[in-house]
């Protein structure tokens, strides 16, 4: 019987035919070869820790898990080429290691580099970009299996496509990415009311480094953080102080959270971020409030120009609600859903939701020039699945020939 897959929070599984795990950039391309000759879909999977199901296959799926480690650095530019299997946590390890760092990193690091690129994860920070925002460059296997490179100043169209690109392109095995000399940050967690919260956010928003707050529903209160350079840390004297520390920026950025959970995240226009977490909060208090007790996350993101960003060509507010791992969640989600799409919501491609192509496509500038890339990188559809199909409009292909997406646990 095939092995099972689950992704950490258990909401999906699927039975992949094999799932299987090269050592080197050769045996990757001739996995890819032996697919693409027997008309076969092949999906890569990171830590599994995305909530919509990306890489569920009933075909062959990928692990990319000894694809890893910093290959190269050029301190001088402040670039590195690194494998695609490297963790956040390692490679952000081995940037300090020669004194490097990247310009932000979010909530938690155990993702895995190309799966954090792909699906555009983000941290916090009205000017700090998503991760996808520091791809210069890829060594990449096509659906061909050949080997091709390319960079933002030869070819800044296809960069602009694979900065978000879902898996859908071909199987990152190098990535070059832009870093900055490393750099330490003093964070700071406060708790304060909502209200005290709204009335000073534009002020926290652009007064620190990074900001982001939770909200909490049970108790209707908040828990701020801030990180900023050393000697440069705000006063707040309506939030009471609950915790402070300094160290390197990849690892006071970050936490290692052991309780899984499942959510939904949309990307909103910044400055409509405060009326929408507003109504939500509304919502959950008078519907939600007695079977929901985890938080909503509230973040900023500075404006990109990926084609398939969630921030693309917009500064962006994000809100994600959460949800205990195991717990149904689909009716308090979309319940909620409906709100982020009067703000003209984008939803995060790695968290739940259920728009589909020509839901999305309304959503993005360039979703076509996307999708022309798409089609031109992988025109037998080797890397697609159904729930692909369905959710970037890929009407080219019939449901028969990219085959089972695996099933969703809940």
Known sequence: MPEEWTNWSKSLECRPNSIEKPRHRAELQALVRRTADRSGTLRVVGQGHSSSPLVTTADTMVSLEHMTGVESVDQRAGEAWVRPG????????????????????????????????????????????????????????????????????????????????????????????KAQ?????????????????????????????????????????????????????PRLPYAQLLKEEEDWAPRVLSRTRMLAFDEMEYSLPAAAGPAAFMEIRDRIRKVHRRDVAWRTLYRTVASDDAMLSTSYARPTVTISLHHNAGLPYWEFFRDIQPIFRRYDGRPHWGKKHDLRGDDLSELYPRWQDFQNIRREMDPRGLFMTNYLRELLGAKEFSPDQVGDTGLEAR
């Open 86 to 177: 490297t963790s956040l946590e390692e490679m952000g390890e081995h940037l300090l290691e020669e004194d490097l760092a990247i310009h932000n990193q979010g909530d938690i690091n155990v993702q895995q580099l190309a799966g954090a690129i792909g699906t555009g994860t983000h941290g916090t920070g009205p000017t700090l970009g998503n991760l996808s925002s520091m791809l210069l460059g890829v060594r990449m296997i096509n659906a061909e299996g050949q080997l091709l490179e390319r960079h933002i100043e030869d070819n800044p169209q296809f960069i602009r496509a694979a900065r978000v690109a879902l898996g859908s392109l071909g199987i990152f095995t190098c990535l070059r990415i």
């Open 181 to 233: 000399p490393a750099y330490r940050l003093h964070r700071q967690e406060w708790c304060t009311g909502v209200d005290e919260c709204m009335h000073h956010l534009p002020e926290l928003v652009q007064q620190n480094r990074n900001f982001d707050f939770y909200w909490y529903p049970r108790s209707d209160e908040v828990k701020l953080r801030t990180l900023n350079p050393p000697g440069e840390s």
